[in-house]
């Protein structure tokens, strides 16, 4: 116990000790001084302030207080020498375009003074600055932002701020994984004041940064693209209700990742954001492909109602359109029907020979009969049999011939839906393709 309280006062005292010369030198040089004073030998001098400015955010403040110079001979050559950052005049320079309200340092260690008076404020700051957006190529958008540093309270003729650094020190830049770091620049400008007579000096310091787009492709572009494809094969879908169904899941789909990306947009009303114009366009396309997907299918049925094709349509669709589409229409025109009279007709007559076979055996087999009232009626038979079995044929016939012109009439109206649908499927492909070819070359 006795060697570790032995220990801890050695501790205390090596702590406190330290050169007379450099004690001697601190009280000397706070003997009348007021960190409150602009530091200068004449209130008319006007101060350089020197500024540098890294993207890490540390800033270096540096000037020159008379009043801290000293003679190095008299203090065992003493050259440098740190003082607390608050028992020195420090110059006021903030963030003018700034957001935050406290504007406080999050690291300010000891100010080390050279000889010469040279102070050196060097201290670290997270900066929270307005900032204009342009997301009108998001997720390809390059933003630029301005940090306007400069005095609150000197005007030109008391300070002048000038800027050390007119390239960006990127020695401990840290590489971000959402934006690429493009340009730095810095320039001085002036600004007056109504209760001012002479202008405030401010350092710009101009920062442009460019989104990495990859993530914003392979999350919320990537979907985009493969929903719109999905929601096009309804088009090779014929006479089917699952066609309408696609279109109204796919619709819904894009409904949900526009408001994904509306999350992620700030509300401005500059301009309409490139994606979200991608995104009203796509769903546009996909509401009119549903449209267009009931009409087809309303035509895909419309021949049920026994109405022919139109000649004009006939010649538009049928001819040389279906051949550009790549679609083999089975008929030119007009559809070519097989004449249902005949086959009829062949029935019939094979009917009556085998009818007059039968007749004919019978007449035979009563021929030693001596009956003529047998035989009158046996005649009447062959007669009434006759007109049955003709009207049973006509009546075939026309059954027949009506059936097959409507299957005739129903394939017209599927094929021209047929065609209709690789029409509209090779419209929507183009205005997609350019939409899609615009979104990545336009930024």
């Given at each position: 116990?006795?060697?570790?309280?032995?220990?801890?006062?050695?501790?205390?005292?090596?702590?406190?000790?330290?050169?007379?010369?450099?004690?001697?030198?601190?009280r000397d040089l706070m003997r009348n001084y007021s960190k409150h004073i602009r530091p200068s030998n004449n209130h008319r001098d006007r101060l350089d302030v020197l500024l540098t400015v890294t993207l890490t955010g540390i800033i270096d403040v540096n000037w020159t207080d008379p009043k801290l110079c000293w003679d190095p001979i008299k203090y065992d050559n003493i050259t440098l020498i740190h003082l607390p950052y608050d028992q020195v005049w420090k110059a006021d320079i903030i963030l003018h375009n700034s957001i935050d309200s406290s504007m406080k340092s999050s690291i300010s260690t000891n100010i080390p003074i050279s000889s010469q008076g040279q102070v050196l404020w060097w201290s670290q700051w997270i900066f929270k600055s307005t900032c204009?957006?342009?997301?009108?190529?998001?997720?390809?958008?390059?933003?630029?932002?301005?940090?306007?540093?400069?005095?609150?309270?000197?005007?030109?003729?008391?300070?002048?701020?000038?800027?050390?650094?007119?390239d960006a020190h990127l020695d401990f830049y840290n590489p971000n994984s959402e934006f690429d770091f493009v340009e730095y620049s810095t320039h001085n400008y002036s600004s007056f004041y109504a209760a001012w007579s002479d202008p405030f000096l401010y350092v710009r310091y101009k920062i442009v940064i460019k989104r990495k787009p990859l993530y914003y492709l392979f999350n919320i572009l990537m979907p985009t693209i493969l929903l719109t494809i999905i929601s096009l094969l309804g088009f090779f879908i014929h006479g089917s209700e699952e066609k309408i169904s696609i279109g109204i899941t796919t619709l819904l789909s894009m409904v949900v990742l526009q408001m994904v990306v509306a999350d992620r947009?700030?509300?401005?009303s500059d301009a309409v954001p490139l994606i979200s114009l991608y995104y009203?366009?796509?769903?546009?396309?996909?509401?009119?492909?549903?449209?267009?997907?009931?009409?087809?299918?309303?035509?895909?049925?419309?021949?049920?109602?026994?109405?022919?094709?139109?000649?004009?349509?006939?010649?538009?669709?049928?001819?040389?359109?279906?051949?550009?589409?790549?679609?083999?229409?089975?008929?030119?025109?007009?559809?070519?029907?097989?004449n249902p009279g005949a086959q009829g007709y062949k029935i019939c007559l094979k009917e009556e020979s085998s009818l007059k076979r039968l007749f004919k055996?019978?007449?035979?087999?009563?021929?030693?009969?001596?009956?003529?009232?047998?035989?009158?009626?046996?005649?009447?038979?062959?007669?009434?049999?006759?007109?049955v079995?003709?009207?049973?044929?006509?009546?075939?016939?026309?059954?027949?011939?009506?059936?097959?012109?409507?299957?005739?009439?129903?394939?017209?109206?599927?094929?021209?839906?047929?065609?209709?649908?690789?029409?509209?499927?090779?419209?929507?492909?183009?205005?997609?393709?350019?939409?899609t070819m615009y979104l990545f070359i336009s930024h």
């Open positions: 116990m006795t060697l570790l309280k032995t220990f801890l006062l050695a501790i205390v005292f090596s702590f406190f000790f330290c050169d007379e010369n450099e004690i001697r030198l601190e204009t957006m342009d997301i009108q190529y998001f997720p390809f958008d390059v933003q630029t932002c301005f940090l306007d540093f400069g005095s609150w309270s000197f005007d030109n003729s008391y300070i002048n701020v000038i800027p050390v650094n007119q947009l700030p509300p401005v009203g366009i796509s769903i546009l396309l996909i509401s009119l492909s549903t449209s267009i997907n009931a009409l087809t299918m309303n035509i895909y049925h419309y021949g049920d109602t026994g109405r022919e094709v139109p000649a004009i349509l006939k010649r538009i669709f049928f001819g040389s359109l279906s051949r550009i589409l790549f679609v083999s229409v089975p008929f030119n025109k007009t559809i070519k029907r097989k055996e019978a007449h035979d087999n009563q021929v030693d009969e001596d009956n003529s009232d047998r035989k009158v009626d046996i005649v009447l038979l062959q007669e009434m049999l006759q007109m079995l003709k009207s049973i044929t006509q009546e075939n016939d026309n059954r027949l011939q009506k059936e097959q012109r409507s299957d005739a009439l129903r394939k017209e109206w599927e094929e021209l839906a047929r065609v209709l649908d690789r029409l509209f499927l090779f419209i929507f492909l183009s205005v997609y393709a350019c939409l």
